[in-house]
């Protein structure tokens, strides 16, 4: 494989994206953007069996720029990891893709929206095969703005707008933070390629002090800020439920299986420097704490989305477990596989519910889903078999590799997950109730969906329930787990806590009238714990200081500017006024002209052409004259 | 060559007043044109190692050491494109049915900016940087919009004409009485010898002078009603061209001339240029009007640069990374990036507040569906201007960021909140205008027609092209 055959993996999204971009037939477009990614999908595979068997490659690209001694080069990076990243984001963006054809059929901007998704795979395929950690920031943005794009789809909705910005802004909050990782790494080490034969960033030591932290740590805790942002964990976990505003099939890919990982994925491909640093604790538990309050809200939420959309933060938490509990990223990276599968089969189900059901999104308002939408409901409970990591799905495989790590790491931090666990498995068996059981309680009557939607549905299904059980031991082996004893309590307590949960929600919500207030949804749980509202009396305030501070300091030197402008002209009124006008004008320059032609005048009054007065001054001056010579001489 | 391109757009304001009027604009158009072309050929017979290039130089006035010498090097290549390029679109920006003298204005506006850049002895430099002034004045008092502008027009002129005043009288300082050369590049290598050594107090005058022009706050006041009163095309001139003749002053006269001066304030430089970049994005935060908002942007933008400058001065020889390099190639870079992409958005928002006949942030919703078009090209260059990658802005930021928090990392680091809020400003400006509900009243705006498309093309085109091959450009100034 040549480095230009796996350039094509991100560029063929990408050309279709530029293609689909001025497009107006939605089904030319659609056309277009799946025979793209389904040749990047068979491109990943054929990477994936290279790097399955073979070791690990570097390819070098072009030089992005180069500045004095400093090169950036980008380059991709073909292992296990990322080979197996790039092949679930093509296979599952494949299912997704078929599904929106059916799902935006009815839209008039359906092109749009495949160059949209085109731009997203492009974005994320660049970001999983970077051996470049500028590249991957570069293509994190990118994937950033489809997220930012593709939520705010359906524009004239206020409330999608602003969901798109606010999920852009809260992630570009943590971006910061990878931003100054990155400059940091940078400015220590001179060069951003992760692998570079030994002289890549995670080859060798980062070393000195910044801030009077050792590099390393430094630089691990600022990439971990990115991926929280990225990957929703408390506290910048508030952007994700709310980005359930687009259409569900972005939910599904964008905001389950793929985007939302990639903060799980860069601490996996970065795993040596949170080693080096000793920050993989700070990762465990920030996880562990972000399912558990996840797992919380879950149980308040009544949209169905929102509901799956806490579920996805909450088993990110636990993907950020596995990372820091273990001494690979093989365990959280198994993790994300089968929820990438299990939860996209989820969302798709959702929205196949919801177009069943006229657009409803109220899991208050449905009921009955099974006896109308067999299909649907026989491949969501599938989806949410692994999601409850029922005995030998494949959510159960990945799940238990977590408590397994994290039941020798950490003791206190495995009985929050065991806790989360049963919390997952109540929540899901309340969604499953509300909107299978029972008759139906809407106003319309529910449809099943068209096959093109189904059948991407049955897809996901089988991987699901089987992947755990065919590929998991071989995909943590390759991923570079290591095998380790499975202790009898953490095996007792993955049952437990599935089919305890399960049950526990089933005596709660079978037979139950539906229409009645639910127990379990406590007013906290249903205001998301005040997160919100939190941060607008806190963050917002402070934003809002800064902001009003910038303008009183603006219009403070605005005024002094003012001032200054009237002093100077009130000065030059002064001297155009009192000292030009009085002073030089009317006494000086005027003043001196008056006495000359007041002399003049009196001057005149002698020139009055009368000889005989003129004979007279004469006489007078002669006499005058004789006097004084006369007054001189004696 | 250099003289016949910088006096080309001359010539065209001399024929215009000559010429009967409706052939003003086209005459202003042709000027610009062989401006732009002679660029475009220099630079394509340009060598990056080379040097000074396309040099001319004739002694003008020998007791005082003035020579006429202009020539192209790795500072000036890049930005003398983006002014010819700039100056052309600004002048087919404007409507026909103005009258010529606004045509003559913005040629000769367009004479003293190539000047000021390919200028390389104090003297003339000085002339072109005055020449470029004078028009704008008048076109903002004469041609601009609302009551405000004649206020606008004036504080604009007295703030850039204090500036001028105090670099004048560094520069007589500097050059001792003619005892120096006024040649900008005999004077840098007198200071690289170390025999040119001003005081603190020139420094501090030939930089106040640049900084106002830049301008960095406090010394800001005149820009944001400047840029709200002008026409959109000369607000595209004044944000694209303008502000950086005076970043471009700082390549070219204070990192080659003062640079211990430079060493010694660095940190203060930089200080300014944070409190710049924060004070520009959290006061756009609160404009309602949109050319304010993209005033205040622009403040925050071009103090980046700033930022580069100052990290210039505290570079220590012998780090991990190229500090003095990266931030050059920054700021250049940089420039670039933000005359299209601000000259781009100053045009966009000409157009929609002559459509709309409101240019309150408030006034519209849902643009989307009634302008497609614009709100495609809006997009992009809101997205480019708030450093996307892929885009100009980006890698501009990246080496400029790169290069300071090499030497100040804190500074910097408080710094990136700039680019947070620029993301919130201009995220802000896409949801009021672009999203919603269409109102009722006035929410009909035509959209773009394909000659708007086509003078936005080369913009969005090299927008693209710097984004995605920064290297290539960067190589004008890689040596």
Redesign the interface.
């Known amino acids: 494989m040549s480095a230009s055959t796996l350039a094509l993996i991100p560029c063929l999204p990408l050309l279709a994206a530029l293609c689909t971009a001025g497009m107006r037939n939605g089904r030319r477009a659609a056309a277009v953007a799946i025979g793209a990614l389904a040749m990047s999908a068979l491109l990943a595979l054929w990477a994936l069996s290279q790097a399955w068997t073979g070791d690990a490659q570097v390819f070098p690209l072009a030089?992005?720029?180069?500045?004095?001694?400093?090169r950036i080069t980008f380059s991709l990076r073909l292992d296990a990891l990322s080979a197996l990243m790039a092949s679930m984001v093509t296979f599952v963006g494949l299912l997704i893709f078929i599904f929106s054809t059916g799902y935006m059929a009815h839209d008039p901007r359906c092109a749009r929206f495949f160059c949209y998704l085109s731009l997203f795979a492009a974005g994320m395929l660049g970001l999983v095969l970077s051996n470049n950690l500028?590249l991957l920031?570069?293509?994190w943005?990118?994937v950033g703005?489809a997220s930012y794009l593709l939520i705010?789809f359906w524009?004239?909705k206020?409330s999608?707008?602003?969901a798109g910005?606010k999920a852009?802004?809260v992630t570009?909050?943590g971006d910061?933070g990878l931003?100054?990782g990155l400059?940091?790494a940078?400015?220590?080490?001179?060069t951003l390629e992760l692998y570079a034969g030994g002289a890549g960033l995670l080859e060798k030591d980062p070393g000195t002090l910044?801030?009077g932290v050792g590099a390393a740590k430094l630089v691990s805790l600022l990439l971990f800020v990115g991926a929280a942002g990225k990957s929703g964990q408390v506290p910048l976990h508030v952007w994700l439920p709310d980005a359930m505003e687009g259409p569900t099939p972005v939910s599904a890919l964008i905001h389950a299986a793929t985007m939302v990982a990639a903060g799980v994925f860069l601490v996996a491909r970065t795993f040596p420097l949170f080693e080096a640093g000793g920050t993989l604790p700070l990762v465990a538990w920030t996880g562990g704490v972000t399912a558990l309050i996840a797992a919380l809200i879950a149980l308040g939420q009544f949209d169905i989305k929102r509901i799956l959309a806490y579920s996805t933060v909450s088993q990110l938490g636990l993907m950020m477990v596995g990372l820091g509990a273990a001494t690979t990223g093989a365990i959280g990276m198994y993790h994300l596989f089968t929820h990438a599968y299990f939860k996209a089969l989820l969302f798709l189900g959702a929205g196949s519910i919801s177009h069943g059901c006229h657009h409803e999104q109220d899991i208050r308002k449905m009921g009955g889903i099974a006896r109308a939408m067999p299909v649907t409901t026989a491949a969501y409970l599938c989806g949410a078999l692994a999601l409850v990591a029922f005995p030998y799905t494949s959510g159960y495989f990945s799940k238990d590799a977590v408590l397994v790590a994290v039941y020798g790491a950490d003791r206190p931090l495995f009985y929050l997950c065991a806790f989360s666990s049963l919390l997952t498995a109540l929540y899901v068996t309340r969604q499953c109730v509300y909107v299978f059981a029972g008759a139906h309680r809407g106003a319309h009557a529910p449809h099943e969906s068209p096959a093109v939607m189904t059948v991407p549905l049955v897809i996901l299904a089988v991987f699901a329930l089987g992947m755990g059980g065919l590929f998991g031991g071989a995909l943590q082996a390759k991923l570079g787990a290591i095998h380790a004893a499975h202790p009898f309590p953490v095996i007792a307590t993955s049952w437990a806590v599935a089919l305890g949960g399960m049950l526990l929600g089933w005596v709660i919500y079978s037979g139950r009238d539906l229409r009645a207030p639910d127990p379990l949804a406590l007013v906290p749980l249903q205001r998301k714990l005040w997160f919100d509202e939190l941060y607008a009396a806190t963050a917002g305030r402070l934003w809002s200081g800064?902001?009003?501070?910038?303008?009183l300091?603006?219009e403070m030197?605005?005024a002094l500017?003012e001032l200054v402008?009237e002093l100077a002209q009130a000065t030059g009124q002064f001297f155009s006024r009192s000292v030009d006008g009085r002073l030089i004008d009317q006494l000086a320059v005027d003043g001196l002209a008056r006495r000359f032609h007041e002399g003049g005048r009196a001057a005149v009054r002698f020139q009055s052409g009368f000889l005989p007065g003129y004979l007279r001054w004469v006489v007078l001056g002669t006499l005058l004259g004789g006097l004084f010579v006369h007054w001189l001489l004696t | 060559m250099i003289t016949v391109l910088t006096f080309a757009p001359a010539l065209a304001a001399l024929l215009i007043l000559l010429l009967p009027s409706h052939w003003a604009r086209r005459v202003a158009v042709v000027g610009a044109m062989v401006s732009l072309v002679i660029t475009c050929c220099l630079l394509s017979q340009f060598d990056p190692r080379g040097g000074l290039q396309f040099a001319e130089k004739v002694a003008w006035m020998p007791s005082l050491k003035v020579d006429y010498h202009v020539g192209l090097d790795g500072a000036n290549a890049l930005v003398l494109l983006l002014a010819t390029l700039l100056s052309l679109l600004a002048i087919l920006a404007s409507p026909g049915s103005l009258p010529r003298g606004y045509f003559a204005l913005i040629s000769l506006q367009a004479c003293g900016m190539f000047g000021a850049f390919t200028a390389l002895n104090f003297f003339h430099w000085f002339l072109f940087w005055e020449l470029a002034l004078v028009p704008a004045f008048f076109l903002i008092k004469l041609f601009g919009q609302g009551e405000d502008r004649h206020r606008a027009a004036l504080s604009f002129f007295l703030f850039t004409v204090l500036g001028s005043v105090a670099m004048l009288l560094g520069f007589l300082f500097l050059s001792g009485g003619g005892r120096e050369s006024f040649d900008f590049i005999e004077l840098a290598a007198r200071a690289r010898s170390g025999a040119l050594d001003p005081g603190g107090w020139v420094f501090a005058a030939v930089l106040a002078g640049l900084l106002v022009k830049v301008p960095l706050a406090p010394l800001h006041l005149w820009q944001a009603p400047a840029y709200a009163a002008a026409p959109a095309p000369v607000a595209m001139l004044l944000t694209g061209v303008m502000s950086k003749m005076g970043v471009y002053g700082l390549l070219r006269l204070i990192i080659p001339l003062f640079p211990r001066q430079l060493a010694a304030h660095g940190e203060t430089l930089m200080v300014l240029a944070l409190l710049t970049i924060l004070w520009g994005a959290f006061v756009a935060l609160r404009q309602t009007q949109l050319r304010r908002l993209l005033a205040f942007s622009s403040l925050n933008h071009v103090a980046y640069c700033v930022l580069a400058v100052g990290a210039v001065g505290l570079a220590i020889p012998g780090g991990v990374v190229d500090v003095p390099r990266l931030a050059t190639q920054g700021v250049i870079l940089q420039m670039f990036a933000h005359g299209l992409t601000a000259a781009g958005l100053f045009y966009l928002t000409g157009l929609i507040e002559q459509r709309a006949g409101r240019s309150g942030l408030a006034d519209f919703g849902g643009l989307s569906a009634a302008a497609p078009r614009l709100a495609a090209m809006f997009y992009i260059l809101a997205f480019a201007s708030l450093g996307l990658p892929f885009l100009a802005g980006f890698a501009a930021e990246f080496l400029i960021f790169g290069g300071a928090f090499a030497v100040a990392p804190t500074l910097t680091a408080v710094a990136t909140i700039g680019l947070l809020a620029t993301a919130v400003v201009l995220l802000t400006v896409l949801q009021r205008l672009f999203t919603g509900p269409t109102p009722a009243q006035g929410g009909s705006l035509p959209d773009l027609t394909g000659e708007e498309v086509l003078l936005l093309a080369p913009v969005l085109a090299l927008v693209l092209w710097a984004g995605l091959a920064p290297g290539h450009w960067l190589a004008f100034s890689a040596h």
Do not use: N, Y
């Not at chain 1, 030089?63 to 400093?70: A, E, I, R």
């Not at chain 1, 940078?186 to 001179?190: C, R, S």
């Not at chain 1, 800064?546 to 303008?551: I, K, N, Q, S």
């Open positions: 030089d992005w720029l180069s500045v004095g001694g400093t500028l920031f570069m293509s943005e990118i703005l705010g524009f004239h206020p999608a707008a602003a910005k852009f802004i570009r909050l910061l931003l100054l400059l940091v940078f400015t220590q080490t001179g910044v801030w800064l902001t009003a501070l910038a303008v300091l603006q030197v605005a500017a402008q």
